[in-house]
Structures are given as structure tokens and as C-alpha cells.
């Protein structure tokens, strides 16, 4: 956008929706905004309707803060078949403009956690397009395999760089980080991941344990300078 909003902020609130995934908030063309010590619940109000907290989608956003805020979904979230899984996002991103943080949340449940995703991401005037710091990514317990559906309780998607992931704590998620490249001669590149406690990670019935999924979707997409460091992980017993 030509101008952005600035000034804003949403804090010391309580969100409970059954929403069709466009989020209790929905924002973009904003430089600044803080959402701050607020509670997000949802619950799916019948089979086929997905769920969403934060929608971005479109959402060229810069320097804005997502902190210290309780989210909760459900687990698992179903079609109107009953065993298709829908997307179930706490917050989904497109379009990240530079200088953005997400830190000190807990995210309980979900299919999804962060998706950071659109068509690029990028760093801007700043360091860095996403920084994502000392957040806990849970759920209850390991889930035996599912064979429909992806998972990530940060996903990465589109052309995005200087992503950085550290000091988190991810416990009883099937997939902790997942990097998918389906998009045509598109570059995921400067990802840089440590710091974090992967913890108890995969399924309870089967040996896939993904700390970190790197998809490489398409033939002319590039993945590459991907720093995996100092970090502690563990999977499942089954």
C-alpha cells in the first residue's frame, strides 16, 4: 500500500468465535500494530466450517508485534465427510513487509500454529521479514498417524527469507516446522533455526518425527541457506 495504518493496538482482550477462518481479527496495510495479553478461543461450529484467530491473508504488513497472548483451537478440525481435515490456523500470514515479531504466546492446539506464507516475505528496511521467539507450541498428547492432511506448527510457504526461529518450545506436535516450496521458480532462503526445545515430537502409532520438513514441492523452486543449530530434539516412543 501507498500508506499504511499505524497507531494501532489490540490488548487485554477476550476473543471466542466460530468463524469460517477469517480470524477474530483481520488485518493488512498495517506498519506497527500490537496485539498484546488478549485470549483467542474457537470452536468449530459444525463439520466443513474451518477456524482461524489472526488472518493476514493479503496482509502486507511491517514492524508489527504479536505477544504475550493465549491461543486455542482444537486439534484436529473436520470436512463435512467427517474425515477430511480442514485448515485450523491461530495465525496465518501473506505478504510480510520486514520487521515483524511473534513472541511470547502459547499456542495451544491447532493444525497449523504460524503459517507464514502468501506469496514472499520479505526483510525490508529491517534484519529480518519475521522473527519468532519464545513461543510454546503444544498439544495435549501425540496423535497416532494421520495419513490426510499437513501440519506445521510454523510453516513456511512462498518466497521467504530472513526468517528467524529460535527459543521456542515445541511439545507433542506431529510436525514442528514445516517448509513447503509448491509454487513455481519461487526461493525460500536466510532461515535460520536454534534455540529451540523440539519436544516428544511426531505420531504415537508411527517413526515419522519431523523437527524440521523441508518440502521441496516443485521442480524450479530452491530451497536454500537453511541454519539448523543449537537446538534439543527429541520424537516419540511408540
Known amino acids: 500500500p501507498t500508506t499504511y495504518a499505524t497507531s494501532n493496538e489490540v490488548y487485554n482482550s477476550y476473543f471466542y468465535s466460530t468463524d469460517d477462518g477469517h480470524g477474530a481479527i483481520h488485518l493488512n496495510g498495517q506498519d506497527g500494530i500490537k496485539i498484546h495479553d488478549n485470549i483467542f478461543t474457537s470452536t468449530q461450529r459444525a463439520l466443513g466450517h474451518d477456524l482461524g484467530h489472526i488472518d493476514m491473508v493479503e496482509g502486507f504488513v511491517k514492524n508489527i508485534e504479536i505477544y504475550n497472548n493465549t491461543f486455542t483451537l482444537p486439534e484436529l478440525l473436520y470436512d463435512t465427510d467427517g474425515t477430511s481435515l480442514l485448515n485450523n490456523f491461530h495465525i496465518e500470514i501473506w505478504d510480510g513487509m520486514g520487521g515483524n515479531k511473534i513472541y511470547g504466546n502459547t499456542f495451544i492446539g491447532g493444525h497449523f500454529g504460524i503459517d507464514v506464507a502468501g506469496h514472499f516475505n520479505v526483510?525490508?528496511?529491517?534484519?529480518?521479514?519475521?522473527?519468532?521467539?519464545?513461543?510454546?507450541?503444544?498439544?495435549?498428547?501425540?496423535?497416532?498417524?494421520?495419513?490426510?492432511?499437513?501440519?506445521?506448527?510454523?510453516?513456511?510457504?512462498?518466497?521467504?527469507?530472513?526468517?528467524?526461529?529460535?527459543?521456542?518450545?515445541?511439545?507433542?506436535?506431529?510436525?514442528?516446522?514445516?517448509?513447503?516450496?509448491?509454487?513455481?521458480?519461487?526461493?525460500?532462503?536466510?532461515?535460520?533455526?536454534?534455540?529451540?526445545?523440539?519436544?516428544?515430537?511426531?505420531?504415537?502409532?508411527?517413526?515419522?518425527?519431523?523437527?524440521?520438513?523441508?518440502?521441496?514441492?516443485?521442480?524450479?523452486?530452491?530451497?536454500?541457506?537453511?541454519?539448523?543449530?543449537?537446538?534439543?530434539?527429541?520424537?516419540?516412543?511408540?
Do not use: C
Not at 187 to 205: K, L, M, P
Open 123 to 238: 526483510k525490508g528496511a529491517s534484519a529480518f521479514s519475521w522473527d519468532i521467539y519464545d513461543n510454546v507450541f503444544q498439544w495435549a498428547a501425540n496423535r497416532n498417524y494421520l495419513s490426510v492432511g499437513d501440519f506445521g506448527s510454523i510453516s513456511i510457504e512462498g518466497a521467504t527469507a530472513y526468517l528467524y526461529i529460535h527459543n521456542n518450545h515445541f511439545k507433542n506436535v506431529p510436525v514442528a516446522i514445516n517448509s513447503s516450496m509448491i509454487q513455481t521458480d519461487l526461493i525460500q532462503e536466510y532461515i535460520y533455526v536454534y534455540y529451540n526445545i523440539f519436544d516428544n515430537i511426531g505420531f504415537a502409532s508411527s517413526g515419522y518425527q519431523y523437527m524440521m520438513r523441508i518440502n521441496q514441492g516443485h521442480a524450479t523452486a530452491v530451497t536454500r541457506y537453511v541454519y539448523i543449530y543449537n537446538n534439543v530434539m527429541y520424537g516419540t516412543t511408540y
